[in-house]
């Protein structure tokens, strides 16, 4: 059907103008409503506003405007049924070819801080989403459009069918629709839910990346669904694994962590080695120092543009992906010569997600993500002897590091670099001596280091091992049934020891 009537009413004006001039300019008759009416008028176009067209004002602040029958009627007669055909005529509605719709910002303003109950409920949208969804339900007559980067392609198709749209570009444009209206109720739902703590049922609708290769394994399929795209840009190498994303993913949380300028080497999703300094290259010397075998096909992060220097040691191992705000030509130029090497742009430390989703058996499970960032200095001493400024840095360093440690996890830190970590034990005592033989293998000393434990120390096993290692000061929640002989055997060993009230197991 030849386009002659649309109705266009958005709050994303990105390229309206244009478009609803290359509408006018075949003889398309506008109508609109509210702010996109006057934006139009402003821009010299001739508009017919709803209300003049349905013959029914505006009611109720605006809430009442296109929940009409002269605009569903228009929207969705089917133009080949002959006894729709009927009563569209006997009731004067006339069709509407061409709907354009962008919702109320709803997920941007809930995203504000300040934000209350009632202004987020007034950014839901009604009209809008109905009207989408009468427009994308008939696409084999009408073309709707939800997103101002499909102007030009309905232009074009227009100036190429005499008015027209193919119904390929209808059907792939309804996809669209149902797409973000699922997601948009989706927000809505969470924010409610949130704000309102009601007993809703959970549901996820996300958009598909890409289908991957396989999955953690080669007889697995698997897909990328999200918006993974928009913080992170592949630059070079081989395309993503799905084990690469779920690195990726715990590489980001970690470097999170840090303002200092810091590099991060990760394996199967555990840090195998974290370091800072001003100089990337000495970062790098202090993270791969806490262990030189671990990081073979691992992922390297950093918080600072990547620069030649440091391209040029870590070359020298193999890696699977390294991430960085950005790369120096010169970087990229060492780097680049890896065919396989994937070279990931960050661009951009993303909020964190605010729910957590795993699949359990015949469902999933939904936690609030653990943004919990507990300071040293704020927290707890427990022992006699409370730490010095130094230890308390070294502390720091370990807890930022402890939370993305599988559990049971411990880490053995100085101010600025890990010494030791032990990862994914039945046994927290285990742990400690993981990470003490792993500091062994390194050739690292633990003398005066600062042991985290993400879980408090069950027994005072745990904590001697880490004291006879060398550690002098420990960090941990705190809340076991023998807190007091942990805490005893501290103040034995005349050790600092600090709570910080919070848990950080990572399953």
């Known amino acids: 059907m030849k386009i002659q009537r649309a109705l266009i009413s958005v709050s994303d004006k990105t390229g309206l103008v244009d478009f609803a001039r290359g509408l006018a300019a075949v003889g398309v008759e506008i109508l609109s409503t509210g702010g996109t009416a006057a934006a139009l008028r402003a821009a010299g176009l001739t508009i017919k506003d709803v209300s003049e067209h349905t013959g029914f004002p505006e009611m109720l602040d605006g809430r009442v405007k296109t929940l009409h029958p002269m605009i569903h009627g228009g929207l969705l007669f089917r133009r080949d049924n002959p006894e729709h055909m009927k009563q569209a005529a006997a009731h004067g509605i006339a069709p509407i070819d061409l709907v354009v719709v962008n919702l109320y910002p709803f997920e941007r303003t809930v995203a504000r801080e300040d934000v209350t109950l009632e202004e987020a409920i007034e950014n839901i949208d009604i009209g809008g989403p109905s009207m989408l969804r009468s427009a994308a339900k008939n696409y084999a007559s009408v073309t709707v459009i939800c997103d101002p980067t499909d102007y030009p392609e309905v232009l074009r198709e227009m100036d190429e069918h005499d008015g027209e749209t193919t119904l390929k570009l209808r059907e792939r444009l309804a996809v669209r629709v149902f797409d973000r209206t699922a997601r948009y109720d989706q927000g809505i739902a969470h924010y409610l839910q949130s704000r309102q703590q009601t007993e809703a049922s959970f549901t996820c609708s996300q958009p598909l990346v890409a289908h991957l290769r396989y999955g953690e394994n080669p007889h697995q399929k698997a897909e990328l669904y999200g918006r993974f795209d928009d913080y992170l840009e592949q630059l070079h190498g081989k395309e993503l694994s799905y084990n690469n994303i779920l690195d990726i993913t715990a590489a980001v949380d970690l470097i999170g962590e840090f303002s200092d300028a810091t590099v991060a080497i990760l394996k199967h999703t555990n840090p195998c080695g974290v370091g800072s300094d001003d100089d990337l290259s000495l970062a790098w010397d202090k993270a791969f120092a806490t262990d030189r075998q671990a990081p073979f096909g691992g992922i390297i992060i950093c918080n600072r543009p990547l620069t030649g220097a440091l391209a040029k040691d870590i070359a020298e191992i193999f890696s699977e992906v390294i991430i960085a705000p950005e790369f120096e030509p010169e970087a990229r130029g ?36 653990d943004i919990s960032n507990e300071r ?19 502390m720091e360093f370990g807890w930022k590091v402890v939370k993305h440690v599988k559990s049971n996890a411990i880490v053995f830190a100085g101010s600025d670099r890990t010494l030791g970590i032990g990862a994914g034990q039945m046994s927290r005592v285990d742990s400690v001596r993981i990470a003490v033989w792993k500091a062994g293998e390194a050739g690292l000393s633990l003398a005066g280091s600062a042991v985290a434990s993400d879980a408090f120390f ?23 049934v023998r807190d007091e002989d942990v805490i005893a055997a501290a103040d034995e060993r005349k050790m600092a020891m600090i709570f910080t009230g919070k848990r950080h197991f990572r399953h």
């Open 334 to 369: 060492v780097l680049q010569k890896k065919k396989n090497l994937r070279l990931i742009r960050l661009r951009g430390l993303p909020a964190p997600a605010p729910r957590d989703m795993r699949s359990v058996i015949g469902g999933m499970l939904v936690q609030d993500h």
């Open 458 to 480: 069950p027994f005072s096993d745990g904590l001697i091992a880490a004291a006879e290692a060398g550690a002098t000061s420990a960090i941990e929640p705190g809340g076991s």
């Open 376 to 394: 040293p200095a704020d927290s707890r001493i427990v022992t006699h002897r409370p730490p010095t400024q130094t230890e308390l840095r070294a």
